[in-house]
């Protein structure tokens, strides 16, 4: 339940869409329109998608690929030779994605506190004249 109450705060488009592929109308139930399907319904289908779902996909999650393709990257991998790059996984992609997430949170601290040394500066010197 802590799952389906998570993806349906963060992931509300993707959960409303793999839903609808398993015939569950997410607004009806939030809307609770007569015929629709229960909480426990929901919530069980939420917490059991399938690999390669939407909301697997947009987190990054090993689930985001299925068997087939990590056979296929393995594969690939193995024909490209002892040299050659490495397929970029799901766990690849997250880190980078947490990666370029940190640097963007200290760029951003940095500009902060970059214009607040400025607006300081201004003040200083609007006191001394």
Not at 16 to 35: E, M, V
Not at 51 to 71: G, T
């Given at each position: ?21 398993h ?5 009806a ?14 919530a ?28 296929l990257?393995?594969?690939a991998?193995?024909?490209a ?49």
């Amino acid at each position: 339940m802590i799952r389906f109450r998570w993806l349906l705060a963060h992931q509300p488009s993707e959960l409303d869409a793999d839903l609808w592929d398993h015939r569950i109308d997410l607004h009806a139930w939030q809307s609770g329109a007569p015929g629709a399907p229960t909480t426990r319904r929901v919530a069980n289908t939420a917490a059991n998608l399938p690999p390669r779902s939407r909301v697997w996909r947009a987190q990054l999650h090993d689930a985001a690929w299925d068997e087939a393709d990590y056979l296929l990257a393995a594969i690939a991998d193995r024909l490209a030779g002892p040299d050659a790059k490495p397929v970029p996984r799901p766990a690849d992609m997250r880190a980078e994605k947490e990666r370029e997430e940190r640097e963007r949170a200290r760029y951003e601290r940095d500009v902060r506190r970059n214009v607040a040394r400025y607006r300081e500066r201004q003040q200083r010197r609007k006191g001394l004249r």
